[in-house]
């Protein structure tokens, strides 16, 4: 899989908006020499802060078009000054955020969406976390989402170290084939993570490893992965890691020192992935994630 980033969606929130994205998007345009679209979407739960009514009460009111203008104000003083030698281009738009997102990214042609998962206060949390879901289920370009810890980061961002998690369905091929190519366009060190399943027995007394179950299930997993790696030519590290699937990928990413975990999707799931676990991935992550 050719990963080519030649335009990068940037969804902005006011008051909320996460620097911390921006400046990986800033990052990864630099690199690719992309082009970033900052993108705000005003809607009824934008402007004033913390008011949650609807957009024709608020015209009513009078408060709409000053809201329009403040919104503008707000997003011309995004990345400024402009980072030298990158295109920013910045969009304002009315309507339900997710849907304007999904829809700007299918209009502008746009390769990857760029969001954070990371904001203050129970409302913006809740709002956040649907818009996010929403965009992942509707948008078919790459999708990368900024952890949601509050832990200030302790160096300055860089792809040095890549985890990419594989399920060992057909897709695992375009998966890793993707996650090689992002980790040779920064000529960082990839790792290949995949979690089998519990291999406890529950009973009395407690829980009980099996081991039976484990050699079993990380001996065909290891000829999965072998298979897999000779395929595409590579070799990458192997982590195999059992039991819950969101402990073990920060386990193996702290393991392997990873700044970006890559994750793929099933045409059928979209980027939420089966039953959503690709989202439930994604919110518990402790590094960044891209979802291709």
């Known amino acids: 899989m050719d990963v080519s980033i030649n335009k990068i969606l940037l969804p902005?929130?006011?008051?909320?908006f996460a620097p911390r994205v921006i400046a990986q998007a800033v990052y990864l345009a630099r690199h690719f020499q992309s082009e970033i679209i900052l993108l705000h979407v005003l809607s009824a739960w934008?402007?004033?802060?913390g008011v949650l009514e609807e957009g024709t009460e608020l015209k009513e009111q009078g408060l709409w078009t000053e809201a329009v203008k403040q919104a503008?104000?707000?997003l011309d003083q995004v990345l400024q000054p402009e980072p030298e030698g990158i295109t920013v281009r910045r969009m304002l738009c009315t309507g339900h955020p997710a849907r304007e997102i999904s829809r700007t990214a299918r209009d502008e042609h746009v390769d990857l969406i760029m969001m954070s998962t990371h904001h203050h206060g129970v409302l913006y949390r809740l709002l956040l976390g649907s818009v996010?879901?929403?965009v992942l289920h509707d948008s078919?370009?790459?999708?990368?989402?900024?952890t949601h810890l509050e832990a200030p980061p302790t160096r300055a961002f860089?792809?040095?170290?890549v985890l990419c998690a594989?399920?060992?369905?057909?897709h695992s091929q375009h998966t890793v084939s993707g996650a090689l190519h992002i980790a040779a366009a920064f000529d960082a060190r990839l790792t290949l993570v995949h979690v089998t399943a519990g291999v406890e027995s529950f009973g009395p007394g407690g829980n009980h490893l099996v081991p039976e179950w484990k050699e079993l299930l990380v001996g065909e997993a290891?000829?999965?992965?072998?298979?897999l790696q000779k395929a595409l030519g590579t070799e990458a590290d192997v982590i195999i890691e059992s039991g819950h699937l969101h402990s073990s990928l920060n386990a193996a990413a702290a393991q392997s020192k990873a700044d970006l975990m890559v994750i793929g999707h099933l045409p059928s799931g979209g980027h939420l992935g089966e039953n959503g676990s690709g989202y439930s991935i994604i919110r518990a992550s402790h590094v960044s994630v891209l979802s291709l």
């Open 12 to 16: 902005i929130d006011f008051p909320n």
């Open 46 to 49: 934008s402007y004033p802060d």
């Open 72 to 74: 503008q104000r707000d």
């Open 132 to 134: 996010t879901a929403k």
């Open 140 to 146: 078919d370009c790459l999708v990368w989402t900024d």
């Open 158 to 161: 860089g792809i040095r170290n």
């Open 166 to 170: 594989v399920d060992l369905r057909p």
């Open 222 to 227: 290891t000829k999965e992965i072998a298979k």
